[in-house]
């Protein structure tokens, strides 16, 4: 028992965390290797992230200041709870600023801030094999990955372009860590696939897959692509109508019954920043007047 | 019998201890060269602070420890077994190893993974007098462009490196400070 009372310290018992404590270091050991670990029950459904919600946990020290977004937002129900779990389980101060962050555990997005050395990012991931949609067979793919056999991938890849003209993976699209492991990484919009080359520390939690992966600091993440079709991050041909930011992930927004729409930074600390140093959107100055 | 001894040294809030103990040791693992301050564990001789700070954090009844000649004495044995519960095995099956980098040779005497499974492989912690961000020339991720460690055997850990995506890993500890070089580290001459 801890000073945190009625429960271990964040949540899980120490041998577990000491199993997922040893499957991150080799996760980092071997960047992109997905690693096998034994995924512990949690109080929250399986989708709601709990293979990170137990990365976030064998991480946490009391002095952290934790954020945790959903999509690139702090206040959807999933990101609230996971939030206040921690804050109840390991007593850490919890943030919706990037900058002032030290661990942030994300569903689907990585945020436009660039993290800087020591700040961490879990990623809950639901499936953690790229292959897994070309081979159902673990046994399989575990080969493919121990002989580097990624030519199906690649086939998949341009069976797309050569139906669509284009590779039409928006999410998930895979990467390839220090050129050796073919990496998938989670379901984020392949916009943010650049900024995984990063000073942080990323980290990759599966529940239900029971795996755990992760990238180092400034570890070479390069998107499949080929000479002819080179990768393209893709982003909406817009400016944020709330920040007037160019160069970040948007949404889109219905606005009113007559189908009006707008475009959104996904994520909201971010736009939040920018328009309280001043940016201003398309649409900004109508909804500070209100 | 030295069971009084070797009830002491171990954390006090083993939580919040082994906590801080494993972001130590995350940071060091994520960026090889990078030399971070430890505390909490007050291990018997010739066990150091880190070492004994890595051990406690890290090992329990499912990790079989091999102690390096260096290290195998009735006292350490004792304080281990006290404190984690690990079993003690032959370098063949050992999860973790611990001792001297001498003592310790030859490297090829632990398991260094399959390659579905790289990481069933050892990781070594490696008790040394001092750490310094000196001599070899440490590469890859983790690495901005280059870190310096003063390396044990930066050619025997250079021909670990060349095994990737197998090989072992290795903790390095002195005093109360720990650093890491993984096996995805790459080593030139300076
Ligand atoms: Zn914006």
Redesign the pocket.
Same mark, same amino acid.
């Given at each position: 028992m801890t000073q945190s009372g009625q429960y271990n310290f964040a949540y899980l018992d120490e041998q577990t965390k000491r199993m997922i404590r040893r499957a991150l270091l080799k996760g980092l050991a071997i960047p992109g290797y997905q690693v096998p670990f034994a995924s512990r029950e949690m109080p929250m459904p399986y989708g709601w992230g709990t293979g990170g919600v137990q990365v976030t946990a064998a991480c946490l020290v009391p002095e952290d200041c934790l954020k945790v977004i959903d999509q690139g937002a702090d206040d959807t129900t999933n990101a609230v709870s996971i939030r206040k779990f921690f804050q109840r389980t390991a007593g850490v101060d919890v943030t919706e600023q990037t900058t002032a962050s030290t661990v942030i555990q994300t569903r689907h997005r990585i945020p436009e801030t660039p993290l800087r050395e020591g700040q961490i990012l879990v990623y809950q991931v639901p499936i953690p094999e790229p292959l897994r949609f070309i081979e159902p067979r673990e046994t399989e793919t575990r080969k493919m990955h121990a002989l580097a056999e990624y030519g199906l991938m690649h086939v998949k890849l341009y069976e797309d372009i050569a139906r669509h003209g284009a590779i039409s993976t928006a999410y998930a699209y895979p990467v390839s860590v220090e050129g050796r492991y073919v990496m998938d990484p989670s379901p984020i919009p392949k916009f943010d696939n650049p900024k995984m080359e990063m000073a942080g520390i990323q980290l990759f939690g599966a529940g239900r897959e029971q795996r755990i992966y992760a990238l180092p600091p400034y570890t070479r993440v390069v998107s499949l692509d080929f000479e002819d079709y080179p990768f393209d991050p893709m982003r909406a041909e817009h400016p /944020?109508d709330? /920040?007037?930011?160019e160069d970040?992930y948007l949404d889109e927004v219905i606005i009113d019954d007559a189908g009006g729409r707008m475009f959104? &930074?996904s994520d909201t600390d971010? &736009?939040t920043a920018?328009r309280a140093a001043g940016h201003r959107?398309r649409l900004a100055a109508t909804e500070d007047a209100a | 019998m030295s069971t009084i001894a070797a009830m002491k040294g171990g954390f006090n809030d083993p939580a919040v201890d082994a906590a801080h103990g494993f972001r130590a040791l995350l940071n060091a693992m994520a960026m090889p060269g990078a030399i971070n301050d430890v505390t909490g564990a007050v291990p018997v001789a010739p066990l150091s602070v880190a070492a004994g700070v890595a051990i406690l954090t890290l090992c329990d009844p499912e990790t079989p420890v091999y102690l390096a000649p260096s290290h195998d004495t009735d006292a350490v044995r004792d304080w281990i077994t006290f404190h984690t519960g690990a079993p003690f095995v032959g370098p063949s099956h050992a999860a973790f190893a611990i001792g001297t980098w001498e003592a310790l040779m030859p490297l090829d005497q632990f398991p260094i993974g399959t390659p579905e499974y790289p990481d069933r492989s050892t990781t070594l912690i490696v008790e040394m007098d001092a750490l310094a961000q000196t001599g070899a020339t440490l590469r890859g991720p983790g690495i901005r462009e280059t870190a310096q460690l003063n390396l044990p055997d930066a050619g025997a850990m250079a021909d670990n490196a060349a095994l990737f995506p197998l090989g072992v890993d290795f903790i390095l500890t002195a005093g109360a400070q720990v650093a890491a070089l993984p096996r995805s580290t790459k080593i030139g001459e300076r």
């Amino acid at each position: 028992m801890t000073q945190s009372g009625q429960y271990n310290f964040a949540y899980l018992d120490e041998q577990t965390k000491r199993m997922i404590r040893r499957a991150l270091l080799k996760g980092l050991a071997i960047p992109g290797y997905q690693v096998p670990f034994a995924s512990r029950e949690m109080p929250m459904p399986y989708g709601w992230g709990t293979g990170g919600v137990q990365v976030t946990a064998a991480c946490l020290v009391p002095e952290d200041c934790l954020k945790v977004i959903d999509q690139g937002a702090d206040d959807t129900t999933n990101a609230v709870s996971i939030r206040k779990f921690f804050q109840r389980t390991a007593g850490v101060d919890v943030t919706e600023q990037t900058t002032a962050s030290t661990v942030i555990q994300t569903r689907h997005r990585i945020p436009e801030t660039p993290l800087r050395e020591g700040q961490i990012l879990v990623y809950q991931v639901p499936i953690p094999e790229p292959l897994r949609f070309i081979e159902p067979r673990e046994t399989e793919t575990r080969k493919m990955h121990a002989l580097a056999e990624y030519g199906l991938m690649h086939v998949k890849l341009y069976e797309d372009i050569a139906r669509h003209g284009a590779i039409s993976t928006a999410y998930a699209y895979p990467v390839s860590v220090e050129g050796r492991y073919v990496m998938d990484p989670s379901p984020i919009p392949k916009f943010d696939n650049p900024k995984m080359e990063m000073a942080g520390i990323q980290l990759f939690g599966a529940g239900r897959e029971q795996r755990i992966y992760a990238l180092p600091p400034y570890t070479r993440v390069v998107s499949l692509d080929f000479e002819d079709y080179p990768f393209d991050p893709m982003r909406a041909e817009h400016p /944020c109508d709330m /920040c007037g930011a160019e160069d970040t992930y948007l949404d889109e927004v219905i606005i009113d019954d007559a189908g009006g729409r707008m475009f959104v &930074c996904s994520d909201t600390d971010h &736009c939040t920043a920018r328009r309280a140093a001043g940016h201003r959107g398309r649409l900004a100055a109508t909804e500070d007047a209100a | 019998m030295s069971t009084i001894a070797a009830m002491k040294g171990g954390f006090n809030d083993p939580a919040v201890d082994a906590a801080h103990g494993f972001r130590a040791l995350l940071n060091a693992m994520a960026m090889p060269g990078a030399i971070n301050d430890v505390t909490g564990a007050v291990p018997v001789a010739p066990l150091s602070v880190a070492a004994g700070v890595a051990i406690l954090t890290l090992c329990d009844p499912e990790t079989p420890v091999y102690l390096a000649p260096s290290h195998d004495t009735d006292a350490v044995r004792d304080w281990i077994t006290f404190h984690t519960g690990a079993p003690f095995v032959g370098p063949s099956h050992a999860a973790f190893a611990i001792g001297t980098w001498e003592a310790l040779m030859p490297l090829d005497q632990f398991p260094i993974g399959t390659p579905e499974y790289p990481d069933r492989s050892t990781t070594l912690i490696v008790e040394m007098d001092a750490l310094a961000q000196t001599g070899a020339t440490l590469r890859g991720p983790g690495i901005r462009e280059t870190a310096q460690l003063n390396l044990p055997d930066a050619g025997a850990m250079a021909d670990n490196a060349a095994l990737f995506p197998l090989g072992v890993d290795f903790i390095l500890t002195a005093g109360a400070q720990v650093a890491a070089l993984p096996r995805s580290t790459k080593i030139g001459e300076r």
